[in-house]
């Protein structure tokens, strides 16, 4: 097809744009549906209302993407980017000081995204019962994690590696947690109970960066 490469990697897109007008096209199913998750929610997310919204012919959605399930996927990973690009980049900004300046920039730029970008909030870097779609077979979490490891280890002087990787996925499932909370407690995301999401990751994670390096020394 034009414009488009192969890609049959499991969770992605059946084929990625390549040229300016397939790139544009896919680009407007992304915010189609993601408009959609906000009006109708994800239950009733259909790919034909989705191409409809887009003005894009349903068979090009097809083109991109086999389901709706690759739809969402394809969503999320452009989430995920955005996210870490953000907090890349105000990292870089500010230079924050060891894990309590990340942790404090991560939380941030999430509950940022989850007031301000459409969809965000039913589909941030997975959907409710899809929850292997970013790299599988790893779980969402799963995978995020292993995309933060590497900017916790060079911003804390911790070790980059598996052990660092699980104390990261931990951090993610808490703040998972009291985040969601926090979320459904204000849909502006309850200030108190941000701040204490921040003060489990700082605890949590001091915690185990600081073993981690006594445990690399003494090696």
């Known amino acids: 097809m034009e414009g488009v490469n192969q890609d049959r990697t499991a969770g992605t897109p059946r084929r990625l744009p390549v040229q300016k007008r397939s790139v544009v096209r896919f680009e407007r199913l992304l915010d189609a549906c993601a408009e959609l998750l906000d009006e109708v929610g994800y239950a009733a997310l259909t790919t034909k209302e ?85 790299q599988p077979p790893l779980d969402n979490n799963t995978a995020v994690a292993g995309r933060l490891r590497a900017l916790t280890a060079s911003l804390t002087g911790a070790p980059d590696n598996a052990e660092l990787e699980i104390a990261v996925r931990v951090a993610l499932e808490c703040a998972d947690g009291v985040l969601q909370l926090a979320f459904r407690t204000d849909p502006q995301g309850d200030p108190q109970l941000i701040a204490e999401c921040k003060h489990v990751l700082n605890s949590y994670l001091n915690d185990r960066i600081r073993l981690l390096a006594t445990s690399q020394r003494e090696r």
């Open 50 to 134: 989705v191409a409809r919204r887009a003005e894009v012919p349903i068979g090009t959605l097809y083109q991109f993407f086999s389901d709706r399930e690759g739809l969402i996927g394809a969503l999320a990973a452009r989430n995920l980017e955005s996210f870490l690009e953000r907090v890349a980049d105000r990292l870089e900004r500010e230079a924050p000081d060891g894990i309590s300046g990340v942790v404090e920039v991560t939380v941030d730029e999430f509950v940022a995204m989850r007031r301000t970008i459409t969809g965000f909030g039913v589909v941030d870097f997975g959907a409710v019962g899809q929850d292997h779609i970013l």
